[in-house]
Each structure stands twice: as C-alpha cells, then as structure tokens.
C-alpha cells in the first residue's frame, strides 16, 4: 500500500511527498512505529528543499485523517545518515496486520539528527539508499547528495535458483527497489507489479477486477514455472518442553530448502495452555526450531500461528523474502461447543510469487472409534477458515481457493480391525502395504469422506505412534494403544513433486515420532516485461468498450422458500446469475434504513463479485438460526422473510424474496419460559410459545397467578439425567465434542419430548447440554449480578449472598447444576474431572458479560472460574 498518498493530504501547497517508508523511531528500549515521508519543497526562485515528516498513524494510513504529524527534520547541507548496529542475523518478514503492508527483510537501525530509526533495506539492493526512487535526487539539480549513504556494507543476494532453463527474455528483474516491493499487488489470483504506474492510466480506477479477472486468463503468457524446495514438518510433542536437536528431522541429509512449514501439535498440555491460551512453550520451540534450520542458508520467519497446542512455523530463505505477500493466518477450534482449541487447525496462506500457497496444520479427534468426528473435524477447518484480503470489499478466501495446499498435522486416524498384536508383527516384517490396507485414512479418502482430490506418497516407514517416551519401545502403558500412522503429510495442486516422506526415529521426546516431506513446488514466476505488455493490451481493449452497453443479468430464481427451519441446522438455497455482454460487478446492497444486506439468520455467498460477459456464477443462500437469532424468531419478534436486493454496478437492482417458518426451539428460549412450558415446545400453539417467551424474568417471583411451573425446565433435567445415568464415569466428558448429526437428535427429542428416543454418545450429551446454556438469552447467573460476582468471587459466603438474589428459576438452575457437577467430581478417578476444568468450562457460560455480550478477557475469565470453583468445593 503506498501510504505517500495519507501525507500529500497533510502537505500545503507546494510541497510534495516523493515516498513513505515504515519505520520504528528507537529511543532506548522504547520502540515507537512512525511513517517515514520524504517532502520535496519547490522555492520560489526555483530550488528545491527537503525534509524527513514523521508521523504516527493508525493501523493503515489511507487518508490525511489516519496520520499525525510528530516532528520534522530538515535535510540540510550537513545531514547525514549513519548506520549505527545491525539488528542480528535473524530477521522477521510478513504480513503486518497493523499496517496491511510487508515487513521487509533486514531492518538496519540508522541514526539522523539526534534520532535513532529502523529502517527496512530494500529487498536485493545494494547499500546506498540513493537507489531508493525519490533519494536520487535529494540536493537539488539531480545530483546524488553523499550525506544520505549509510555507511554500512552492502547485502549480498543469491542470485542462484534451483528453477527450470529458461530464455533470457524471461528472466526476472533482480534488485527490486523499495517502492517496487511495497507498490506490488497481489492477490489470490494475479499480481499487479508497479500499481502507482498502472493506477495513472486513464480510467484504470474503474476497471480493477475486470483487468484482474483478464490476468488471470493471460497469466501463462506472462509467468514461467520455476521449481522452489518446501520442507514439511509435523511433530506431535506431547506437552514435552525440547530436550534434543531439531537438526535431525529438519535438515540432516538435504539440501536446504527455501520454504521450511513446520506444525506441532500438544505443544502444551497444561489446563492454563487450554483455557487461558498462555504458553512459555511457544518460545522454546520456536528457538528450537530456529536453530535447527539447515546450516547453509538464512532464514527468515514469516509467520507463527498457535492455537492452545496446535501450532505453525513458516519460514524462507532471506532471498526470496521480496516475493513473499499477503500472509495471513487464521485459526479454527474444532473441540468442546466448536469452539475450544484443543482440536482444531490453524493455517497460513500466502502469496510466493504469483502463485497462493495455503499451509494447514490440524489435530482432529482422538480414539480410534471416532473416525467419524474426524471427519467431521476437516469439514469444519474447511467450512469454517477464511482468511481476509487485502481488498476488503472482495470476499474472504478459504482453503480451497489456493494453488497449493500442503496439509500435516496430528490427523489421529487409526488402524482398525486388526489387534495389537497383528499391528506388531506386521510392522516387525515391514509389511506396510498391508498393514496400510486397514488405515482409516486410506478408507476415509477412498470413500470420499474426507481429502478429497489430496494426495499423500507411500508410507515406507513404521507408525508414529504410539511410543514410550525416551524410547523406540511401543506403548507398555495399562491402556497399550495399538501402533498407527497418526502424523501425516498431504498435498493438493498442480507441478508438485514430493522428494521424501519419512519418520525420524532418533528423536524419543515424545510418544510420537516426528513426520517430514520434501517437495519440489512449481511457482509461477512473472517476467516484468512481458507482463507490463499483457497488461497494456488488456486497458487498450478495454477503452474500446467503454461505456458500450449497461450491464444486465438473469437469475434462474428470485423466490426463495426454507420450510421448517430448526435450530442450528444449515439450510442452503441456490440460484444462478447469468451475465450479458457487458462485464459487471454484483453485490447485494442495504436496504434504506438497515444496517446490512440481509437479517442475521441469513448470508450470500458471495455476496458480491465480478462476471465477464457471458459468464455464470451460483450464489448460495444460507440459512441458519443460533443463540444470536433463536430468541426472537421463538417470540414472534422476527419471522423467516426477508428482502435481497441485487445491485449491478452501472446497473439496474434485482430484488430476491425470502421466506419460510421457523419451528421453535428450546435452545434460546430463556429459563422461566420453558419452565412455564409443561408441554414440549413443538406442541404448543405459535400464539402461546410467543407470550411466554416475551415474560418477564421475574414472573412467578412477583405473585404472578399463573399456572403452577416446574422448579427447572424439563430439557434441562432430560440432559443431566441421562448424564448422570450413563455418563459420570465417562472419561473427557465436556471436554471431548459430539457428533453433529447427534445434536440434531438431542434437539428433536427434546423440542418434542420423546425423550425415550433419545439414543447419543454421552459427548454429545454433553455437548448438548453446554449448548444448551450457552444459548440462554438471560444466562443463568443474570446479567445484572455479573460484575457483583466477580468483584465476591474470593468470599464464598458473599457470592452465595449474590446466588440468592437471583430469580427462582435461575436460582434452582444454578444449584441443580452445582449438584450434578459434584456428582462428577466424586468419580473424578475414573472421569479425571477435577475443579479447574469444569470451573473453567462452565464459567464463561453461566458468568457472561452484559457489555454488549463480549467474550470476557482474562482477568474476568479468571474471576468467573474462581467463582464457580467456591461452589464446587464447598457445600450449596
């Protein structure tokens, strides 16, 4: 993002902004981000003087309005520029989310006027900032001013590539300057090199994503395939702290690789790693893994994502640094509620060249019978991880919408139907094909449950898992779990070679063994020439067709109807634009008056995007009610109607009908009403379900005559009897998830009342239940006794003080809930419960916070855990 455009608005007339920089102004241990902008200023007798502005700013600075002028220094005669310290030898580049701009490469620290700044060199060029566009010319008269030269030697660049032959005419441009690296472009399909060049071209401002979308039908005619090395790593390290040199699984017996993706899983098995997210392991295995990076190369990090234990290092070597853009990282828990991080996956994607990369490292359910939640867990890191772009009005990217994806991770599918004995004797023969025929992975893939169009190479090595620790013996514990190919590598695109896929037994940290593979990965490489003479043709072309017809579309549908829509279960519903002759953007647009294009229940996708003449796009109408939406549509307060309008730029508005009904649900439904519901919900008449609901939360405490309630609503005494029948003894419980489909049974049975249908795992029970609270409008412990709560959480007899002014039916919840939980905790041998987990757990859903219903931080979190933790401990 060129920011010199934020200062030009700053500047009085006159004076002009030849080029911003990011930099970070040093004053002892103190660092301060600041924006660098040369300022020319032309004199009346026709001279010319500078000055260094620097300003802070916001995240981004777009406008005037995002900066603020903080000082001034004046490139007088005697300025000069003097690089005081190298910042080491290991540097950090990436995607900073503050600034939406790259973090270069090897930030020198410089000293002008009494300041101390950090600087970025440019990316393969030499020492002298006057190769810097703007600094040539400082002094006047186009001569080079020699006070600006740092003293510091020049960076050297390898320029040696392990790509294919090629001609010379499509070579790349070697030393990338400054203002080429922060002005490039690039996006998930196309890069657009020397923006501020292509935005001067007339009438270009309108045109982006049609220019974008010709790209990327152009692309072979101006890109080449070039081979670049990835190393892939997963580690499984079972809360274990490093006790042995990396170098072993990442980088002995290679040559050193210009991509290193290395992903941990258990990194921190503590219950502060699972339920606050803090860890000190990060930072040692962060260290390890640095150090452990092959000798002949410099490395630079690019990103480090961690969610609980699960955990993604990407690093590249420091000359392909310039080429790396758009790094974003998201995560998705996939545990407890969907949520909780003890499962899951995090990912980073990013652009190397002009080709998108998306690495993904994952831990999916245990147990061998849970192959099923497995599954279930990729669908969700799919579904549910989106990474933003850098146009904010185009619709985020997921997975799928990379060139490349490279998947590893702890993937925990199991060898079944063998016993451990069979498991033994075949890997003690090497008899892997066969023993690879039982693999739950392999019959997953097959039948297309799962990795669909991923590729994995042969498993020429022992299972992973499950070992001794310290040791190559396989698991001698009481449980004795059979051996398996828990840890795995798979890919999925295009001019991708795999080298090697092995285990490294030498490392006996962990009861896992760590996985890797090298890959050779063709990128698609531009040649700037070339490129810069597609793009021409393309604009001219364009002029030609320039305001030649108004844009037009058809739609195979513009009535939509959801019949019975229940809680929590995703209803799709989907239709066809079809565009005319004339290239067009779409987007579904606001309503006057309303906040956004569509109620919260319901979403396009996507909602907005562009279409080449005679092109088609589906888009998908998706329906689904939560605890954000349930309540309303339970009172009456909302119905399943909406009104979409479609809006062509240049264009004329379509208009899309939405409508349906919505089958009432316990789940958001507050505690007195279902109380007052002796009949299951689905039995009873809209007109009743409606009044009830729209109760006060005091009904039945202020002598209301009404007909007699129940002390507890009936789902909730449904679920905790079948628990404490089935499941007090179960190991995990509110810590392992469900089934969805299970859920779905749960809810039906009990909006029904056919509870003696009710046939679930007992995680899904509990799963249900947590829902279940979750999903409560007014939380058990009422919002207006939050912060009392907290502040009493020390003192037991204050905070059963706070219990007691609660509403009867909260009151007789909360105490039936307490008891149930000190039921568990009497079979804490057997379910390995204890206090601080099902404090931690029931804390955030029975504590919430009444600002906004805001996730509560740490300190609140901690509080609220405390809290509950008295009534665990103590009798009610």
Request: hydrophobic residues 35%; contains cysteine.
């Amino acid at each position: 993002m060129d920011q010199s455009v934020a200062i030009q608005e700053t500047l009085a007339e006159g004076e002009y902004c030849v080029i911003a920089v990011q930099g970070v102004l040093c004053e002892g241990d103190s660092r301060q981000s600041r924006l660098l902008g040369l300022v020319r200023y032309r004199l009346e007798h026709g001279g010319q003087e500078h000055a260094l502005f620097l300003y802070t700013h916001r995240r981004m600075a777009i406008t005037g309005d995002d900066v603020s002028l903080d000082q001034i220094v004046p490139v007088s005669r005697d300025f000069t520029l003097e690089e005081v310290s190298p910042d080491g030898e290991f540097y950090i580049i990436g995607f900073d989310s503050a600034t939406r701009d790259p973090e270069f490469l090897w930030l020198s620290r410089y000293k002008c006027a009494e300041l101390e700044l950090e600087m970025p060199t440019p990316r393969g060029c030499n020492s002298d900032l006057d190769t810097w566009p703007g600094y040539a010319t400082i002094g006047g008269g186009g001569s080079n001013f020699d006070g600006l030269r740092p003293n510091g030697k020049g960076v050297p660049v390898d320029q040696s590539s392990r790509g294919q032959d090629k001609p010379e005419s499509l070579q790349p441009r070697q030393n990338k300057s400054r203002s080429e690296i922060t002005d490039m472009v690039r996006s998930s399909t196309i890069t657009v090199s020397d923006k501020a060049h292509i935005l001067s071209m007339q009438k270009f401002g309108l045109r982006d994503t049609i220019v974008k979308s010709h790209l990327l039908q152009k692309e072979e005619d101006y890109t080449y395939i070039q081979n670049f090395r990835f190393f892939v790593g997963t580690y499984n390290v079972n809360g274990q702290s490093p006790k042995e040199c990396l170098r072993l699984w990442l980088s002995n017996g290679i040559q050193a690789p210009d991509v290193y993706c290395v992903g941990f899983q258990e990194l921190d098995l503590s219950k502060e790693a699972f339920f606050f997210h803090d860890t000190p392991k990060e930072e040692e295995w962060f260290k390890a893994v640095s150090e452990g990076l092959h000798l002949d190369a410099k490395y630079a990090k690019v990103k480090l994502i961690r969610l609980v234990g699960i955990m993604l290092l990407l690093y590249v070597r420091q000359e392909h640094a310039a080429y790396i853009s758009e790094v974003e990282a998201e995560t998705v828990g996939t545990g407890i509620m969907g949520r909780m991080g003890n499962k899951g996956g995090v990912a980073i994607r990013f652009q190397f060249h002009n080709t998108s990369i998306c690495i993904v490292n994952s831990h999916l359910a245990a147990h061998i019978e849970e192959y099923e939640r497995r599954n279930q867990d990729y669908k969700d890191i799919c579904s549910r991880m989106q990474f933003c772009q850098p146009d904010p009005s185009l619709p985020p990217l997921t997975i799928s919408n990379h060139d490349v994806i490279l998947w590893l991770g702890d993937l925990n599918y199991r060898i079944e139907e063998l016993d451990v004995e069979k498991v033994k004797k075949l890997i003690e023969e090497k008899d892997f094909q066969t023993l690879y025929a039982y693999d739950q992975l392999k019959i997953q893939v097959a039948a297309k449950t799962v990795f669909e169009g991923f590729t994995e190479g042969e498993l020429t090595f022992q299972p992973t898992y499950k070992y001794d620790t310290g040791s190559d013996d396989w698991d001698t514990s009481e449980k004795c779990r059979a051996p398996a190919w828990c840890d795995r590598i798979l890919w999925k695109g295009k001019n991708i070679t795999q080298l090697s896929y092995q285990s490294h037994m030498a490392l006996k940290t962990s009861d896992h063994k760590p996985v890797s593979s090298v890959f050779d990965i063709g990128v698609r490489v531009i040649n700037d020439e070339l490129y810069r003479k597609t793009l021409e043709e393309i604009v001219r072309s364009l002029d030609k067709m320039e305001n030649a017809n108004i844009p037009s579309v058809s739609l195979s549908k513009r009535e939509f109807c959801f019949q019975n829509v229940k809680y929590m279960q995703l209803k799709v519903e989907s239709f066809t634009i079809h565009n005319g002759q004339v290239p067009c953007h779409f987007e579904f647009i606001n309503k006057p008056d309303e906040e956004s294009y569509c109620k919260q229940w319901l979403n396009a996708n996507p909602s907005r995007g562009f279409l080449l003449p005679d092109s088609d796009i589906e888009i998908d109408l998706e329906l689904f009610v939560n605890k954000t939406t349930a309540t309303k549509l339970n009172a009456g307060e909302d119905k399943i109607e909406d009104i979409l309008v479609l809006h062509l730029d240049r264009g004329k508005d379509y208009f899309l009908s939405v409508s349906g009904n919505y089958l009432p649900s316990c789940f958001g439904s507050p505690i007195h009403t279902l109380c007052y519901m002796r009949e299951p919900i689905l039995d009873l008449p809209l007109e009743t379900i409606s009044e009830l609901t729209l109760m006060p939360i005091w009904t039945g405490d202020d002598g209301s005559q009404l007909e007699s309630p129940m002390e507890i609503p009936k789902e909730l005494w449904m679920m905790v009897d079948y628990l404490y029948r089935n499941a007090v003894q179960q190991e995990d419980l509110f810590q392992q998830p469900g089934l969805r489909s299970e859920f779905e049974h749960i809810r039906d049975c009990l909006d029904t009342g056919m509870i003696d249908n009710l046939s679930a795992s007992n995680h899904s029970v509990a799963e249900a239940l947590l829902l279940f609270l979750e999903s409560l409008p007014e939380p058990v412990i009422c919002y207006s006794t939050y912060h009392n709560c907290l502040e009493c959480s020390g003192n037991y007899t204050a905070s059963k003080q706070v219990i007691s002014t609660l509403p009867t039916f909260h009151k007789n919840v909360f105490h039936y809930l307490m008891a149930f939980l000190q039921e568990l905790l009497k079979n804490s041998a057997k379910n390995h419960l204890d206090e601080n987990i099902l404090a931690s757990i029931f804390g955030s859903l029975l504590l919430r916070n009444p600002a906004g219903h805001q996730k509560l931080d740490m300190t609140e979190k901690k509080k609220a855990q405390e809290f509950i933790h008295q009534f665990l401990c103590n009798p009610l």
